[in-house]
């Protein structure tokens, strides 16, 4: 990896530090030659310290290190993506983030109805809606739905409207949704389980 650390005066170039599970940007440091070898060696990301003058590897004193995952090097070679799996939170201030986030996955417009679907079972008995409806029905009423549903697409699966299908496979996954929160789980739930299954490959 050619990093052009002779760009800047003091020979450092900027590391973004992201979760590799969640792709959520964690903090910024910077690294010297010298803590870029040592982060490949340790696998614990390692950085310079501008205000100490020093190397120090991130959670040697909090114990909430930066397990190295991968590298990469950007276009102009003087700037680093490193992917990791930080084993606590990553901030000094004890957030996930140095931008104050939860460190947990984002699917997009998913994620938003799925804070929609959590609002509305958290006020499911003042809520005049479809979803609140459901889980004041209770638990039985929502399996039975998610069933109905997984028959429709099963069904369209074998036709050839595409638009029937994408659009009962939209009405399986709303209510799948409604059913996971009615279980008390999430998408990102449904996610470590099926990442843990791909490392047992």
């Not at 029905?137 to 997984?150: L, M, R, S, Y």
Request: glycine residues 4%; contains cysteine; charged residues 30%.
């Amino acid at each position: 990896m050619n990093i052009d650390f002779k760009k800047d005066r003091d020979g450092l170039v900027p590391a973004i530090i992201q979760d590799d599970l969640t792709s959520k940007v964690l903090m910024l440091g910077y690294m010297n030659e010298e803590a870029f070898l040592k982060t490949n060696q340790s696998k614990k990301v390692t950085f310079f310290s501008r205000s100490k003058q020093r190397l120090w590897t991130k959670g040697e004193e909090s114990g909430n290190f930066l397990k190295l995952v991968s590298i990469a090097l950007d276009c102009d070679n003087d700037a680093l993506l490193i992917k990791v799996n930080p084993t606590g939170p990553v901030c000094h201030k004890g957030t996930d983030t140095c931008w104050e986030e939860d460190n947990v996955s984002s699917f997009g417009f998913l994620s938003d109805l799925e804070n929609i679907i959590q609002n509305r079972k958290r006020n499911s008995e003042n809520e005049d809606s479809y979803i609140a409806s459901l889980f004041r029905k209770g638990i039985n009423k929502i399996a039975q739905k998610v069933g109905e549903e997984a028959v429709e697409v099963v069904i369209e699966a074998k036709d050839n409207n595409d638009n029937l299908f994408l659009n009962e496979s939209a009405d399986l996954l709303f209510h799948y949704m409604i059913l996971l929160q009615a279980k008390g789980f999430t998408l990102s739930d449904v996610e470590k389980t099926l990442r843990q299954r791909h490392k047992m490959e």
